[in-house]
């Protein structure tokens, strides 16, 4: 009797998986696609944007990692909710803290993409003889 009733429950899960297995791997393959193409990106930005706060890049790649795979994969419980929030808070962060103004050692920032030139004159200043030229010249312009 025992042996009838497992052997009921087995099948009846074992046509619902049947039914949904398809459609179950066919979205697990189109995500895994798609967290495969996304992962390289999200290692870039992610570690760029903390060497712009002066951090070490390691850092940008184990976030990208716990936001492109490990949250993808928890099942839905309220661990998992605070895990999320977890997540956004810290994603936010990043995105509002300013990075450093100046440059450090993994580069300069953004808005600075290489080292500033100090202003020089390009010239010698003019000789006298230029300057009364140029007198005469701002003299004749006045006189139209």
Request: proline letters at 8%; glycine letters at 6%.
């Amino acid at each position: 009797m025992i042996l009838f009733y497992i052997v009921d429950i087995i099948e009846e899960r074992l046509i619902d998986y049947i039914v949904t297995l398809p459609a179950y791997w066919a979205t697990r393959i189109f995500v895994g696609a798609l967290q495969a193409m996304l992962f390289p990106l999200a290692c870039g930005l992610f570690t760029r944007r903390i060497h712009d706060i002066g951090f070490n890049g390691w850092a940008g790649i184990l976030w990208a990692t716990i936001i492109i795979f490990i949250n993808t994969y928890s099942a839905v419980t309220p661990l998992n909710y605070l895990l999320d929030l977890f997540v956004w808070i810290i994603g936010f962060l990043f995105w509002v803290l300013p990075g450093q103004p100046e440059p450090n050692k993994y580069g300069y920032p953004p808005f600075m993409s290489q080292e500033p030139v100090q202003s020089q004159p390009i010239t010698e200043p003019p000789t006298q003889e230029e300057q009364e030229v140029r007198k005469k010249v701002r003299k004749r312009r006045k006189k139209r």
